[in-house]
């Protein structure tokens, strides 16, 4: 029992680690303190850079409280400076747990010149915090109005996305839509923001046709909203106008208009969102004081680290010591970056210092390091005494510990781990944690969450390569990706005398430089040959082999070959466990390598585990490439999924670079670690899709004045991208399988279009759990009012596919309705949502609400339904009559609306 709560309560701090993107931001009297703004270490100096951010976010406090009703505002702000930026050193402080890689809002180039767009980066769903805002310099430091708003009020509108989890509300891929009322509407929130159609490919502009069929205006026709408004709402529109300083809520949002605010957060509004965020759910009180924030000026260093290593007397099980040894040489050799400062610590029952910190500037300093790796295993285990002799090392340098990292590894169970807990907190350094073995002290992890430390664990089962999987994920945080070492290659498996590992690892014109091949094994060397795309043989003579810890290493001189470079490793000995890992850096400091950053969230114990990957290079998402995740469990055999970016399930948007999975195959307590494995084929990089706060123009006094369009984006289609990937995503403790099911994934795709005289619907099958199996039975619903659909689903129509019988997760749904003429108004609109239920009753959430719009006399027929497969469902009359009766209500009771104005 005392062991559950333990792990219950260490659950509880990892989570929240894992829901946000690790940075030291909270909330505190109303104000956010310790926001972290970072500048990307490839931006050149700008003496006008930080009092432009200064005056920014000063801007954008005042207009924040403003917008939350007098109830936050940005309190602290610290801006992290590169390490080669001149500044006077007298104003600037040292950073302690603050990087570039955890920064609330990083400024940094846009690959391939993608704009200056500002976006954030969100990887979940409504309400779920997003993972960082991002600036380019040329938004920072140019004025770019009108085409955008004041920058205060777009740091504002970024934050909403990336704190709150809300979205826009506007759309760019549909500016228009078909009202209740029957007229084309600008897609916008609140529709009491007025203005005018019309379409100006130069200097005039002129009157916009509307499309006979849609009925919605066709051509480059745009909506320029009039520059005097009444409207407060919504600042997820158009903060640019100077009336718009609210969010819409419920008495302004417009649920029918196709945003993705809408689609994401059930149509509910910006502000009922946000009220149920963490920040505003205890009823905050207003601030009536200043609303100035203080900024603190940091500069980022050359890292400084110490490995702490246990050396105690169960890390001779297992083949431990060894098998750290091999992980810690890769560390140290390949992955640890020039300049860095390295020191040596091992503990057991004490500790001892093996060596202060070495300078890591030529390669006899790495391979002096590796010689210092401890060789034997004895005594007890206690971990403060070894952090604490860590800190002493850290000292080293200039006598504090402050932005300095710990690397702590241990296999041992340590009743006195919390002794020095305060110590740590207090350090100001970086504590990363790594578990070995299945017996690691459950409250290790605490050490890494509270000082925003990465956490890693390594299970006895060497197929899969944990270990050094671990150590080559403890890259620098400075976003200096061109120094970066990167994993190509990380596999291992049990192999027989004789017998062969085989593969190939593809190397992409962005990587290259500092590439090594490392093959690790057990008992006897085996045979190793490396083929280079131009058929050039390595052979086992070509490596260097350090037999005291059975390790391999070929460095590949230069540049390496561009194409698949193919492995073969013959065991010669008993059967034993060989591994092979392949590194490399980015070929051109210019030119962003393509990466892979892998997370899993949970977020509580009866929720399944969802896996992140997301694939990109510079900025820029990756799609079409195979991502395969593999989760080593405390039991049993490690388990690999598919990821997917459909936007189906897990997965949140479709083709944008960010590969989800459910995971719900928990068997017990323990460390569940997770490692991506990802291989491109052809593979393109995402050049448009992001949202853009472009402001086309304004009407003012009866005339459209027209902005100046955009600066054109470099949209030259790069090269198809052949690449391989490997990441450790880190470890997540989690108590006992809960004993639920989890119910169906929400349907998120639910299409309906008319043909003839039939709606036709569509939608991509849920699963039993999830996305996994096929759920039980469908309930679908339909309605004159979305609102009726979205706030009382049960009370809608009932559509009875009481015979469809559900297909397995990711199956394509069809049912098509069949309508006849009956007397009801052009343009009339008609709405469809969805449920699921598993075996035992469990319903998913509503699905999306699809809608048709009907352009001739059409009513359903009570004759029938059809679906898939040619089978037919029958629509009892009272049905129908129910959808009638809603469909002339609605008429009688429409609301008068402020509309826009559209000149057919």
């Not at 158009?238 to 419920?250: A, H, M, T, W």
């Not at 208009?257 to 963490?278: G, L």
């Not at 073969?568 to 390598?593: D, F, H, M, Y």
Request: net charge neutral.
């Amino acid at each position: 029992m005392r062991v559950q709560k333990t792990f219950d309560l260490v659950l509880s701090y990892l989570l929240c680690d894992y829901i946000t993107n690790g940075s030291g931001l909270k909330l505190e009297n109303n104000g956010y303190r310790d926001v972290l703004i970072a500048i990307n270490p490839g931006i050149q100096y700008n003496d006008k850079m930080i009092g432009n951010i200064q005056e920014i976010v000063t801007a954008a406090s005042s207009y924040l409280h403003q917008a939350t009703k007098q109830q936050v505002y940005y309190s602290d702000v610290k801006i992290l400076l590169p390490r080669t930026w001149p500044v006077n050193s007298s104003s600037i402080h040292r950073p302690t747990t603050e990087s570039y890689e955890k920064a609330d809002v990083i400024v940094a180039e846009s690959y391939l010149k993608y704009g200056d767009d500002p976006y954030t980066l969100q990887y979940g769903g409504c309400g779920e915090k997003g993972r960082y805002i991002h600036f380019t310099p040329n938004f920072i430091l140019n004025s770019l109005i009108p085409v955008f708003a004041s920058k205060g009020r777009v740091f504002v509108h970024e934050w909403a996305l990336f704190r709150w989890g809300v979205f826009e509300e506007y759309n760019d891929l549909e500016p228009f839509y078909i009202s209740d009322d029957g007229v084309p509407e600008a897609t916008r929130c609140s529709e009491e923001i007025t203005g005018k159609t019309a379409e100006c490919p130069g200097s005039s502009c002129s009157v916009c046709d509307n499309d006979a069929n849609t009925g919605l205006p066709k051509g480059d026709c745009k909506f320029f909203p009039a520059k005097d408004q009444s409207s407060s709402s919504s600042i997820m529109y158009l903060q640019g106008l100077p009336s718009v300083v609210e969010f819409c809520d419920n008495k302004t949002h417009n649920p029918e208009a196709p945003t993705k605010q809408n689609k994401m957060c059930d149509y509910r509004s910006i502000w009922e969102v946000i009220r149920e965020s963490e920040d505003f759910r205890n009823n905050r009180p207003p601030h009536t004081g200043s609303v100035t924030p203080t900024f603190t000026i940091l500069q980022a260093k050359d890292r400084v680290i110490c490995l702490v290593l246990d050396t105690s007397g169960s890390m001779g099980s297992e083949n431990r010591i060894n098998r750290l040894r091999q992980a810690a040489a890769i560390f140290l050799v390949q992955i640890v970056e020039v300049k860095s400062k390295v020191g040596i610590v091992t503990f057991s029952s004490g500790a001892s210092i093996q060596t202060h910190l070495k300078l890591i500037d030529n390669d006899d300093v790495r391979k002096e390091l590796v010689r210092l790796l401890p060789k034997s295993a004895s005594g007890g285990t206690n971990i403060c005494a070894g952090v604490r002799s860590g800190f002493q090392v850290l000292r080293g340098d200039d006598g504090a510990t402050g932005g300095d990292e710990i690397i702590l590894l241990t296999d041992g169970e340590d009743s006195g781990i919390s002794s020095c807990f305060a110590e740590v907190k207090q350090s100001g350094a970086v504590v990363h944690t790594i578990a070995l073995g299945p017996s690691a002290a459950v409250a290790l992890e605490q050490l890494s969450n509270m000082t925003g430390g990465l956490q890693f664990a390594a299970t006895d089962n060497l197929d899969t390569n944990g270990l050094i999987d671990s150590f080559t994920g403890l890259v620098s945080g400075n976003g200096d990706t061109s120094k970066r070492a990167i994993q190509l290659e990380s596999s291992g498996t049990k192999i027989d005398n004789g017998h062969w590992l085989n593969g190939t690892v593809f190397i992409d014109k962005s990587v290259g430089n500092n590439t090594f091949f490392v093959v690790t094994w057990g008992q006897q060397t085996p045979d190793i040959f490396v083929h280079e795309p131009n058929g050039k043989i390595h052979n086992k003579g070509d490596f260097r082999i350090d037999q005291t810890v059975w390790t391999a290493r070929l460095q590949i001189d230069g540049t390496a070959q561009t194409g698949p470079w193919k492995y073969n490793i013959l065991n010669l000995g008993t059967e034993q466990v060989i591994t092979i890992t392949v590194t490399s850096r980015a070929a051109n400091e210019k030119v962003p390598p393509v990466r892979v950053n892998a997370h899993i969230n949970r977020k509580d114990s009866t929720s399944p585990m969802i896996i992140y990957a997301e694939v990109s290079q510079g900025f820029l998402p990756i799609l079409f490439v195979k991502v395969t995740a593999i989760i080593e469990r405390p039991n049993g055999p490690a388990v690999e999924q598919n990821l997917s970016d459909d936007g189906l399930g897990a997965d949140i948007v479709k083709n944008d670079g960010i590969y989800t999975k459910y995971f719900h195959k928990f068997n017990g307590i323990g460390r569940y670690t997770l490692k991506v494995r990802v291989q491109g084929k052809d593979a393109t990089v995402k050049m448009t899709g992001r949202p853009s706060l472009y402001i086309p123009g304004f009407l003012e006094n009866g005339n459209i004045y027209p902005n100046h369009p955009t600066p054109p984006v470099d949209t030259d289609n790069p090269d198809k991208l052949n690449f391989s990937r490997v990441q450790p995503g880190g470890a997540l403790v989690s108590p006992e399988t809960p004993a639920v099911d989890f119910p169906p994934c929400k349907i998120t795709d639910l299409q309906a279009i008319i043909v003839q005289d039939k709606v036709e619907l569509e939608w991509t099958a849920p699963g039993e759990d999830c996305d996994e199996g096929a759920a039980s039975r469908y309930e679908m619903r339909m309605s004159a009012s979305l609102r009726q659909l979205r706030d009382s689903f049960s009370n809608a129509a009932l559509v009875n596919l009481t015979n469809m019988r559900p297909q397995p997760f990711g199956s394509r749904e069809a049912v098509s309705i069949i309508l006849q003429d009956t007397g009801l108004q052009n343009r009339t609109n008609i709405y469809f949502a969805v449920r699921a239920y598993d075996k035992i009753n469990q319903s998913s959430k509503i699905s999306n609400i699809a809608k048709v719009s009907i352009n001739v006399k059409l009513i359903v027929n009570p004759g029938g339904y059809r679906i898939a497969k040619k089978t037919w469902i029958m629509i009892v009359v009272p049905t129908v009559m129910c959808l009638t009766a809603g469909i002339m209500f609605f008429t009688l009771c429409k609301r008068r609306r402020k509309r826009i104005s559209v000149d057919a």
